[in-house]
């Protein structure tokens, strides 16, 4: 029952009282928000009344009018600040955002102030997943080798953040081996309601997250809204800043009928991936509505709302239901919590109890029934092909690399390997991994019980293919375990090689050195296959060409071909012991196979046993005790893990016109914050490794880019060095090269970069479209920072990295449409004056001008991509850290 707050109305909020078993709750009620904004505002979509809940709580009145006024249209050019309720980090955008924050505690000295007054005002969360590499798989002790290297490398790292976790309050850290920041919220962290204890009163809010991932969106299918930010935003966030965001177009997306029988989730999230593209949802929010919900589990739900940024979206939600409450239920959320959430929902009108129709921008409709079995790739998540068009058009890749059926034998001592050969398309990596999948259980299973049938039959995978299974969590071993699949996975090489992001972030690890070598040699092109979402050039592994993405029975079967070039769903994976052909057909588990074994075995006990010590870690970690004590961090010189930024020591904001810069990089289209800031292995001979060479690190301790994101030193010569990237200045080139003009020399883009900051010469990077599109990576923001980038002109960006752009004091621009690089005939040799006006506004037309080398001008009116007033702030002080360092100086922190 409710009754009403004799606060009610104090400030212009609707306070309401919420009783609820003998406790008394405080709330701000959306009903009586909505209750004289007409008809249409009560048909609000789901993710916008939890925006105006946001921005009511905050006391912005005339932020919710805007979002009430949304109904009209079902659209709006507002912007309303947004607070999350708690933030998410994982430790490779986690560890530069806590090296950011002890800067800050040392900035705050220096301006006289108390360092300690730095501290997250929020719950902040890290989850410590993204550093453990597959360097040992096919072997029973796979696990507790990679663990070990893992420590070995990490030490430093690790170390770092138990001081974090002591020097900050509202900082937690969930150690190593736990699982998937994404898997570990969904399954463990996520309260779906928030409880703040505030002079004696609780109040009751939606659970909105922040996330330093870009997957972060895969908590909406709990019905939790939540996004990736970069981290620069994220820290600002966490400081108390309200994050201005400009009122989305929400797209519907009516989900009816049931999927045939074969068809998992990952298939339908790559047909949803596909189509999304096709109709342009790049900075709006999805959500779902439609029959299908009242069967569609919150595991197919996640599943779905993970890939949100390989759609394009801000985020893909999911009203939380009775289903939801079944899963908190499941996975340990305790009973009183679980009522008391769906009495708040239900109070609020924010519990999905029918087939409601909310008011949409655009409404798009998919029927489950009509999904086949899918597969991406081979270099965008976007390229889907249904499973029988994948030989095909695998084919014509190889085609068009001018790779043939001649095969090549794996020169080998090896005695597994002997009279083994190698193939163009052929399979030398199979991964299952990757938080969009590794949290599903029925496709898990469904993976397991193709294992056991295909181990059944006497088939086998090839030695020369690597292969590894990374559950999500524990809490997935043990429902394994408990169906008896463990032994089936580990019959056919899937061992299981560690907790965390492995294969899908680039931490494959080394091929075996016969099959690199055979492969480099031959320069042929072959494949992986992985459970992931990810699949971009060079991010899998620098030998795979081809990557392709489906689910965890797919990439199974796909390692049981041994070949992308072979259709599976008319050809034999292989042959029996009897020489009989076996078909995937054949060895494909049941839907009710599937469902039985889930019901016996994904049970409230498993995910209590995988997360009863999940806090406290391995030996490893206890082992590091309660790292360096003290208010600030003591700083190592010699470190060549962590070191102090510069960001507030040299911030420097964009306060008038850009004259005479020269073009460090001239790009195509789909250039991804992989391509600008690689996350995996530091090439042998490119500045970084030079870097950490003339440091005393050798080859074999260089780790990766991913985990030396603490220190800028190596991250700055790491940027544009993905071995895939290709600048247009050097046609036919590939791999971080430019050329320094006047005098034209080629050499690394670093390298350019430091010669033009000694000559003083300021710098652009033209693009294509689809700029920075990937994973919210703020070092892709960074380190352009870093190289005297002062602004990045392109066709468009994608959401997360042009306010990353911004968050860094980088002007993001657009050229006119119908204007590009090739339009204007650019070749780099230009220099660009970009005429900035004393007053900047957001979205406003600026002029460019290049001038090509005979003095010849072409000038366009671009468009800057700035679109809040904080934003326009952030650029004019040098970046996001530096305007709330001086905010909190001058005690305005946080509210």
């Given at each position: 029952?409710?009754?009403?707050?004799?606060?009610?109305?104090?400030?212009?909020?609707?306070?309401?009282?919420?009783?609820?078993?003998?406790?008394?709750?405080?709330?701000?009620?959306?009903?009586?928000?909505?209750?004289?904004?007409?008809?249409?505002?009560?048909?609000?979509?789901?993710?916008?009344?939890?925006?105006?809940?946001?921005?009511?709580?905050?006391?912005?009145?005339?932020?919710?009018?805007?979002?009430?006024?949304?109904?009209?249209?079902?659209?709006?050019?507002?912007?309303?600040?947004?607070?999350?309720?708690?933030?998410?980090?994982?430790?490779?955008?986690?560890?530069?955002?806590?090296?950011?924050?002890?800067?800050?505690?040392?900035?705050?000295?220096?301006?006289?102030?108390?360092?300690?007054?730095?501290?997250?005002?929020?719950?902040?969360?890290?989850?410590?997943?993204?550093?453990?590499?597959?360097?040992?798989?096919?072997?029973?002790?796979?696990?507790?080798?990679?663990?070990?290297?893992?420590?070995?490398?990490?030490?430093?790292?690790?170390?770092?953040?138990?001081?974090?976790?002591?020097?900050?309050?509202?900082?937690?850290?969930?150690?190593?081996?736990?699982?998937?920041?994404?898997?570990?919220?969904?399954?463990?962290?996520?309260?779906?309601?928030?409880?703040?204890?505030?002079?004696?009163?609780?109040?009751?809010?939606?659970?909105?997250?922040?996330?330093?991932?870009?997957?972060?969106?895969?908590?909406?299918?709990?019905?939790?809204?939540?996004?990736?930010?970069?981290?620069?935003?994220?820290?600002?966030?966490?400081?108390?800043?309200?994050?201005?965001?400009?009122?989305?177009?929400?797209?519907?997306?009516?989900?009816?009928?049931?999927?045939?029988?074969?068809?998992?989730?990952?298939?339908?999230?790559?047909?949803?991936?596909?189509?999304?593209?096709?109709?342009?949802?790049?900075?709006?929010?999805?959500?779902?509505?439609?029959?299908?919900?009242?069967?569609?589990?919150?595991?197919?739900?996640?599943?779905?709302?993970?890939?949100?940024?390989?759609?394009?979206?801000?985020?893909?939600?999911?009203?939380?239901?009775?289903?939801?409450?079944?899963?908190?239920?499941?996975?340990?959320?305790?009973?009183?919590?679980?009522?008391?959430?769906?009495?708040?929902?239900?109070?609020?009108?924010?519990?999905?109890?029918?087939?409601?129709?909310?008011?949409?921008?655009?409404?798009?409709?998919?029927?489950?029934?009509?999904?086949?079995?899918?597969?991406?790739?081979?270099?965008?998540?976007?390229?889907?092909?249904?499973?029988?068009?994948?030989?095909?058009?695998?084919?014509?890749?190889?085609?068009?690399?001018?790779?043939?059926?001649?095969?090549?034998?794996?020169?080998?001592?090896?005695?597994?390997?002997?009279?083994?050969?190698?193939?163009?398309?052929?399979?030398?990596?199979?991964?299952?991994?990757?938080?969009?999948?590794?949290?599903?259980?029925?496709?898990?299973?469904?993976?397991?019980?193709?294992?056991?049938?295909?181990?059944?039959?006497?088939?086998?995978?090839?030695?020369?293919?690597?292969?590894?299974?990374?559950?999500?969590?524990?809490?997935?071993?043990?429902?394994?375990?408990?169906?008896?699949?463990?032994?089936?996975?580990?019959?056919?090489?899937?061992?299981?090689?560690?907790?965390?992001?492995?294969?899908?972030?680039?931490?494959?690890?080394?091929?075996?050195?016969?099959?690199?070598?055979?492969?480099?040699?031959?320069?042929?092109?072959?494949?992986?296959?992985?459970?992931?979402?990810?699949?971009?050039?060079?991010?899998?592994?620098?030998?795979?060409?081809?990557?392709?993405?489906?689910?965890?029975?797919?990439?199974?079967?796909?390692?049981?071909?041994?070949?992308?070039?072979?259709?599976?769903?008319?050809?034999?994976?292989?042959?029996?012991?009897?020489?009989?052909?076996?078909?995937?057909?054949?060895?494909?588990?049941?839907?009710?196979?599937?469902?039985n074994l889930m019901a016996q075995s994904v049970v409230a006990e498993a995910f209590a046993r995988g997360y009863a010590t999940v806090e406290q870690g391995p030996a490893q970690w206890q082992a590091l005790g309660d790292g360096k004590a003290g208010a600030t961090f003591a700083w190592d010189g010699s470190s060549?893990?962590?070191?102090?930024?510069?960001?507030?020591?040299?911030?420097?904001?964009?306060?008038?016109?850009?004259?005479?810069?020269?073009?460090?990089?001239?790009?195509?289209?789909?250039?991804?914050?992989?391509?600008?800031?690689?996350?995996?292995?530091?090439?042998?001979?490119?500045?970084?490794?030079?870097?950490?060479?003339?440091?005393?690190?050798?080859?074999?301790?260089?780790?990766?880019?991913?985990?030396?994101?603490?220190?800028?030193?190596?991250?700055?010569?790491?940027?544009?060095?993905?071995?895939?990237?290709?600048?247009?200045?050097?046609?036919?080139?590939?791999?971080?090269?430019?050329?320094?003009?006047?005098?034209?020399?080629?050499?690394?883009?670093?390298?350019?970069?430091?010669?033009?900051?000694?000559?003083?010469?300021?710098?652009?990077?033209?693009?294509?479209?689809?700029?920075?599109?990937?994973?919210?990576?703020?070092?892709?923001?960074?380190?352009?920072?870093?190289?005297?980038?002062?602004?990045?002109?392109?066709?468009?960006?994608?959401?997360?990295?042009?306010?990353?752009?911004?968050?860094?004091?980088?002007?993001?621009?657009?050229?006119?449409?119908?204007?590009?690089?090739?339009?204007?005939?650019?070749?780099?040799?230009?220099?660009?004056?970009?005429?900035?006006?004393?007053?900047?506004?957001?979205?406003?037309?600026?002029?460019?001008?290049?001038?090509?080398?005979?003095?010849?001008?072409?000038?366009?009116?671009?468009?800057?991509?700035?679109?809040?007033?904080?934003?326009?702030?952030?650029?004019?002080?040098?970046?996001?850290?530096?305007?709330?360092?001086?905010?909190?100086?001058?005690?305005?922190?946080?509210?």
């Open positions: 029952m409710t009754g009403t707050d004799r606060t009610a109305g104090q400030g212009g909020i609707p306070w309401q009282r919420l009783e609820h078993e003998g406790q008394s709750y405080r709330y701000v009620s959306l009903p009586q928000a909505l209750a004289g904004a007409g008809e249409k505002a009560q048909r609000l979509p789901y993710v916008l009344k939890i925006v105006l809940e946001n921005v009511l709580r905050q006391g912005q009145h005339d932020a919710g009018a805007l979002v009430t006024g949304w109904a009209e249209t079902c659209h709006a050019e507002g912007e309303i600040p947004f607070r999350p309720a708690r933030i998410l980090m994982q430790d490779f955008t986690g560890v530069p955002a806590v090296v950011d924050l002890a800067a800050m505690r040392d900035g705050m000295k220096r301006l006289g102030g108390d360092p300690e007054e730095v501290n997250p005002f929020i719950p902040v969360d890290l989850v410590i997943d993204h550093s453990v590499t597959v360097d040992v798989a096919g072997q029973k002790d796979a696990l507790e080798q990679n663990v070990a290297h893992e420590f070995s490398r990490n030490r430093e790292r690790y170390s770092f953040l138990r001081w974090g976790q002591q020097a900050f309050d509202n900082f937690r850290v969930i150690p190593p081996e736990a699982g998937i920041c994404h898997q570990v919220n969904l399954e463990y962290l996520a309260p779906l309601v928030m409880r703040k204890e505030e002079e004696g009163v609780t109040t009751l809010f939606p659970d909105t997250v922040f996330g330093t991932d870009s997957h972060t969106t895969m908590i909406n299918g709990l019905g939790v809204l939540g996004w990736g930010v970069g981290g620069i935003e994220a820290e600002a966030a966490a400081l108390g800043e309200a994050i201005a965001m400009r009122l989305p177009d929400v797209v519907g997306v009516y989900l009816e009928g049931r999927s045939a029988p074969g068809v998992t989730a990952t298939d339908i999230v790559l047909t949803l991936t596909e189509q999304l593209r096709a109709e342009g949802v790049v900075g709006k929010f999805v959500e779902f509505f439609g029959p299908a919900l009242d069967h569609l589990p919150v595991a197919d739900r996640a599943t779905i709302a993970n890939m949100a940024p390989e759609y394009g979206a801000t985020c893909g939600y999911f009203p939380p239901d009775a289903l939801a409450m079944d899963y908190l239920t499941l996975t340990g959320r305790s009973p009183d919590h679980v009522r008391l959430v769906e009495a708040y929902l239900r109070q609020q009108g924010l519990f999905r109890e029918g087939n409601e129709t909310p008011l949409f921008t655009t409404v798009l409709r998919l029927d489950l029934g009509t999904v086949k079995p899918s597969v991406a790739g081979p270099k965008t998540p976007s390229q889907r092909h249904d499973l029988p068009a994948v030989a095909e058009t695998s084919r014509a890749a190889l085609a068009a690399e001018g790779q043939g059926d001649v095969r090549f034998p794996i020169c080998t001592k090896d005695a597994a390997l002997a009279g083994e050969s190698l193939g163009a398309g052929d399979v030398v990596l199979a991964a299952i991994t990757s938080c969009t999948n590794t949290s599903n259980p029925a496709a898990m299973l469904t993976a397991g019980l193709l294992a056991r049938k295909a181990r059944q039959r006497g088939l086998k995978v090839a030695r020369r293919i690597k292969t590894s299974l990374a559950p999500g969590s524990q809490a997935v071993t043990r429902y394994l375990e408990r169906a008896g699949l463990l032994e089936d996975f580990s019959a056919l090489g899937f061992e299981i090689v560690g907790y965390g992001c492995t294969t899908c972030i680039g931490n494959s690890g080394p091929l075996q050195a016969d099959i690199a070598r055979t492969i480099t040699e031959h320069d042929l092109t072959v494949a992986a296959v992985l459970s992931g979402n990810r699949n971009f050039e060079g991010r899998v592994s620098p030998h795979t060409k081809l990557n392709y993405i489906t689910s965890p029975p797919l990439v199974m079967a796909y390692a049981l071909a041994g070949t992308v070039t072979r259709n599976l769903a008319v050809e034999p994976l292989g042959h029996d012991e009897a020489g009989q052909p076996v078909m995937l057909a054949d060895i494909w588990p049941g839907g009710d196979e599937v469902a060549t893990y962590i070191q102090s930024p510069p960001w507030l020591e040299e911030a420097a904001g964009v306060t008038g016109p850009i004259r005479k810069a020269r073009i460090l990089a001239l790009f195509g289209d789909n250039i991804t914050t992989d391509h600008i800031s690689p996350a995996g292995t530091i090439a042998i001979g490119s500045p970084a490794a030079r870097y950490l060479e003339e440091h005393g690190v050798s080859p074999a301790q260089f780790n990766s880019y991913g985990s030396r994101r603490g220190n800028d030193r190596v991250m700055a010569r790491g940027t544009f060095a993905n071995i895939r990237i290709r600048n247009e200045m050097i046609p036919g080139s590939e791999g971080g090269v430019t050329r320094h003009w006047p005098d034209g020399e080629e050499g690394a883009i670093f390298d350019a970069a430091a010669r033009y900051q000694q000559e003083q010469v300021p710098l652009v990077v033209v693009a294509g479209r689809n700029y920075g599109m990937g994973s919210s990576r703020d070092w892709a923001a960074k380190g352009p920072r870093l190289l005297g980038v002062k602004a990045v002109i392109a066709e468009d960006f994608e959401r997360i990295h042009r306010a990353n752009l911004a968050g860094m004091g980088v002007l993001p621009l657009t050229f006119p449409k119908g204007v590009t690089r090739q339009t204007l005939g650019l070749t780099g040799q230009e220099e660009v004056s970009i005429d900035l006006p004393a007053r900047l506004e957001p979205r406003q037309p600026v002029r460019v001008c290049f001038t090509a080398p005979d003095g010849m001008e072409q000038v366009v009116q671009a468009t800057l991509q700035l679109e809040t007033e904080a934003e326009l702030a952030y650029v004019a002080q040098g970046g996001i850290l530096p305007y709330v360092l001086q905010r909190i100086a001058d005690g305005g922190s946080v509210r």
